[in-house]
């Protein structure tokens, strides 16, 4: 093995050879139990970030680990259309030139946006390879391929014929940059500090008296020019003189009627409210139940159409601030307030979000929603956290029909068919060439396309090829994990759950699995517009892959979000660098050679003299039980963090820093049979960490899987060698530990003893010997029981001490003076006569205790100032307290140390 890991060349190389044997490729005629995870398929204009990386990571962990227990695994890949976000793309490019996509044309645009996809659009695909991901690439699928345009056909051909989408003339949520209609959940609203202005709208007058307004208020004031009534409260007794008056509406002149509605708050504003039907979702129902003809003044650009009088042409905007000023000049301008209110923005270009009245597809969502919510309520899907439970039936409960349509060109085009002849409107899949009713050739199909989510809703089932019933379909549908972001929750989970039990009779996944959001150290969401983004494939690049994963999973805890900085991925690459460090200091002493590789406990106990065993055997061997154990349970319950800390705290420190250096006094020592025993042994647990790191350190194992020449060992697959298809450790149970002389006595002398000696390094940190120093350690055990422990593990005693010499003595008796701790297993003592400068040391603990009394009267000071303790946050109060008591107890550590020095 090389002294230094190069993750760079071994990356490349193992994903390579992975791709080449096929190791990630399932098939269904192998049988067995299925495991089936569907990715959240990423949109093809898409670039890995770190929410890729987390979501993605988390998958592949649980797929090669479910693959490690003899599941018959598949993880489906594949890329979103993206479709507002792909012609935005399409239609830069295009701008570049000086042209846009009415120069094309509809045919000619659609065929350059998939040149623009055969060239870019494996970009984050490469980049999941780069993060390790072992989806099965020969099943990779794209939203607009032909087999998932022929299912999204057929669904929307089955609901039509069921009635369940229809096109309506409603409130929509437009953006005027993509000139598209949005789902509720593509408007995403953000707190924003806008202006409410009262406006003053005259009431007819019955005769020559003198004119009378009425005051309402809005934050559009361009849309007034779409008004047609005014409503208040039934209820409201201020305005009951208003009901059979006219109001006329500024600007042009036109009279609005005045309406009763509950809906009105009366202590909002006025109290009175402008009715605006075709440009806000409220009034449109308000409209609905009065009979108020809508008048749209918008164009789909957000320009003021003919209806808007002198304003047309202009931006919504600017009209707004001419129409303001020409309010004013008129004196109907009451007053202007500041005011905090959410407005929507399109998620896709941040543009703000106009309301519009728009003939567009809906699905109707409740016949949809009610199985949806059976099958959470009673367990058939469960999230983790349970916490998203509540959300997603709060927003079934609550549901609004979804507008499908889109007013774009790339995208599936909506398969509705119109006969010019006889009226004729019908859904059909394919192209048909004439009205199905009349037979007329004169035929034209709906211009717009459906919403992305609309493909993606299909995804689970769509993927393996439905609506053909395939041996496929059959054998691993439904899913099993889905692992996602809470934001998607309401756009693709709930839909996704609704289309199963509809075209499929079943739930499309038993566990959803909801992930944190990535943050940076402020806590801020990582964005492009922050600046705070951190790439992970410059991560990948000067970390490692592997430092990456496993970094994200250290810090991950579950559900909650991640916070970021470059230097928590230092954890991943110093843990590999460790377990590289353990592998050649194995390999330089004989681990490789093939008579001591053994990676089971069979294995291991095959002409095992179990009398051989030392404690700190015997420790090792039993705390791996429980480490596999442990972290297989954190897996089944999603607990990568706690997964990722067991081990890490099992490899790093009771491995390499406790059994690696027990081990190093054998292996340096004359006894061959224990030299092969530990050997044997530390094969056994060595090659059993690789197995538990792998889903998470995928390509670091199988380097040293194969330096270590465990390849061929506990394999799963016969035909091949990688740690993928190797088993996954399982626990050896007590009983049978217990048979092999693995007892928990044993164990729990050695965690005893761990302690016994960091408290002797204590001690030497504390009379300031330095730390490479060999000291004469004496010991008096707590009992004959623990003595005799120690009389037979003096050895392992020694060499851990660093000791010159070791005595272990019942009987010790020393005086005052000589330093000593008293440990679990009795008292250690070191002499250290002639070994330090007594009154060098003395001078210095006196320094050091100046500075601590000093220290504590500054911090006592501190806390006593009652202007400090009115105006400090209380953290800042309370870490001043902890600080004062962390000083106290050191300052009276220094002052025993200077007693036992004093006596010397």
């Not at 594949?78 to 012609?87: L, V, Y």
């Not at 909506?414 to 009205?435: E, N, R, S, T």
């Not at 843990?575 to 093939?594: D, H, I």
């Not at 089971?600 to 420790?619: A, P, Q």
Request: with cysteine.
């Amino acid at each position: 093995m090389e002294k230094n890991y190069d993750p760079k060349s071994i990356e490349e190389k193992w994903y390579n050879l992975w791709l080449e044997n096929k190791t990630f490729h399932s098939d269904h005629s192998k049988g067995g139990e299925p495991y089936c995870v569907v990715i959240p398929p990423p949109n093809v204009t898409g670039i890995l970030h770190m929410g890729h990386a987390l979501n993605n990571t988390i998958q592949d962990i649980m797929v090669r680990w479910r693959k490690m227990q003899g599941r018959n695994v598949v993880w489906i890949p594949g890329t979103d259309h993206a479709g507002i976000a792909t012609q935005n793309v399409v239609e830069r490019a295009l701008k570049k030139e000086g042209k846009t996509r009415e120069d094309l044309g509809r045919d000619a645009f659609i065929e350059r946006v998939w040149e623009w996809r055969k060239e870019y659009g494996g970009t984050i695909i490469n980049q999941l390879k780069r993060l390790g991901c072992a989806c099965d690439w020969e099943r990779e699928r794209f939203t607009m391929d032909e087999g998932l345009s022929d299912a999204v056909a057929e669904v929307f051909v089955r609901l039509y014929n069921k009635g369940l989408i229809y096109k309506g003339n409603y409130i929509v949520n437009w953006c005027s940059r993509c000139q598209t209609a949005l789902s509720d959940e593509e408007s995403e609203h953000a707190p924003e500090s806008g202006r409410l202005y009262y406006l003053k709208y005259e009431i007819q007058a019955a005769d020559d008296n003198e004119k009378d307004y009425i005051v309402v208020a809005t934050t559009r004031p361009e849309t007034l020019l779409g008004d047609v009534a005014v409503a208040i409260n039934p209820n409201d007794e201020r305005y009951a003189d208003l009901a059979d008056r006219k109001i006329i509406l500024p600007v042009l002149n036109r009279e609005l009627v005045v309406i009763k509605d509950d809906f009105v708050d009366p202590d909002f504003g006025t109290g009175v409210v402008k009715v605006t039907p075709a440009h806000d979702p409220n009034d449109f129902d308000m409209g609905q139940r009065h009979n108020l003809e809508p008048i749209n003044v918008m164009n789909g650009d957000g320009t003021m159409n003919e209806a808007a009088g002198p304003y047309e042409g202009m931006d919504r905007f600017e009209c707004r601030k001419q129409i303001l000023k020409d309010l004013e000049d008129a004196g109907l301008v009451e007053k202007t307030e500041e005011h905090a209110h959410s407005v929507g923005h399109c998620y896709r270009c941040d543009t703000v979000v106009e309301p519009r009245l728009s003939p567009q597809w809906f699905v109707k969502m409740k016949p949809l929603a009610e199985p949806a919510i059976e099958v959470v309520k009673n367990g058939d899907i469960e999230f983790v956290p349970a916490r998203w439970e509540k959300v997603y039936l709060s927003w079934m409960d609550n549901i609004r029909d979804w507008c499908i349509s889109r007013q774009i060109w790339w995208g599936h085009r909506i398969p509705v068919f119109y006969c010019d002849a006889c009226g004729h409107q019908w859904a059909a899949k394919g192209v048909p060439d004439k009205c199905s009713k009349c037979g007329d050739a004169g035929i034209r199909q709906d211009e717009d396309v459906l919403d992305t989510w609309f493909s993606s809703w299909l995804w689970p089932f769509s993927t393996f090829g439905w609506p053909e019933n395939n041996d496929d379909l059959k054998f691993y549908y439904p899913t099993h994990d889905l692992v996602t972001a809470s934001e998607i929750i309401f756009f693709w989970v709930a839909r996704m759950v609704m289309a199963g039990l509809e075209f499929m009779d079943d739930i499309p996944f038993s566990k959803v699995y909801i992930h944190g959001t990535v943050r940076d150290d402020k806590g801020l969401k990582m964005s492009k517009s922050l600046g705070n983004s951190i790439d992970p494939i410059t991560i990948i690049d000067e970390f490692s892959a592997d430092a990456l994963r496993y970094s994200l999973m250290m810090i991950t805890a579950t559900g909650q979000d991640v916070f970021l900085s470059n230097d928590k991925f230092e954890i991943g690459r110093n843990f590999g660098t460790k377990l590289w460090n353990a592998a050649r200091l194995m390999e330089m002493n004989g681990s490789n050679e093939e008579d001591v590789i053994v990676t089971g406990f069979g294995d291991l106990c095959e002409g095992l003299d179990s009398s051989l065993l030392g404690f700190d055997d015997k420790y090792i061997i039993d705390r791996l039980q429980v480490a596999i154990a442990e972290c297989t349970e954190n897996l089944e319950k999603y607990r990568f963090n706690d997964a990722s800390h067991t081990l890490y705290e099992f490899a790093w420190h009771q491995y390499c820093d406790w059994y690696l250096e027990y081990a190093k006094n054998i292996l340096f020592g004359d006894d061959e049979d224990r030299k092969v025993l530990v050997r044997r042994i530390m094969n056994y647990v060595f090659s059993s960490i690789l197995r538990l790191l792998h889903p998470t350190m995928p390509f670091l194992t199988e380097e040293l899987w194969h330096a270590m020449g465990y390849k061929g060992k506990c394999q799963l697959v016969e035909d091949s060698d990688s740690i993928m298809n190797a088993q996954w450790p399982e626990p050896i149970s007590r009983k049978v530990l217990d048979e092999w002389g693995i007892d928990a006595e044993s164990v729990e002398y050695v965690d005893k003893k761990h302690d016994l000696i960091r408290i002797a390094r204590t001690l030497k940190t504390d009379y300031g010997v330095a730390a490479s120093m060999k000291m004469n350690y004496q010991i008096k055990p707590d009992c004959d029981v623990t003595a005799e422990r120690m009389q037979k593990d003096a050895g392992s005693l020694k060499a851990l001490l660093r000791a010159e010499s070791l005595l272990i003595d019942g009987g010790l008796k020393h005086d005052k003076a000589t330093p000593c701790a008293v440990t679990e297993l009795g008292a250690i003592y070191m002499p250290i006569e002639g070994i330090i400068d007594v009154e060098a040391e003395i001078k210095r603990l006196e320094g050091q205790l100046d500075k601590l009394n000093g220290d504590i009267e500054r911090t006592a000071k501190k806390l006593d100032n009652i202007d400090f303790v009115s105006k400090a946050p209380q953290h800042v109060i309370d870490r001043q307290k902890t600080l004062k008591q962390d000083l106290i107890e050191k300052k009276d550590k220094v002052q025993h140390l200077l007693e036992m020095l004093s006596n010397q």
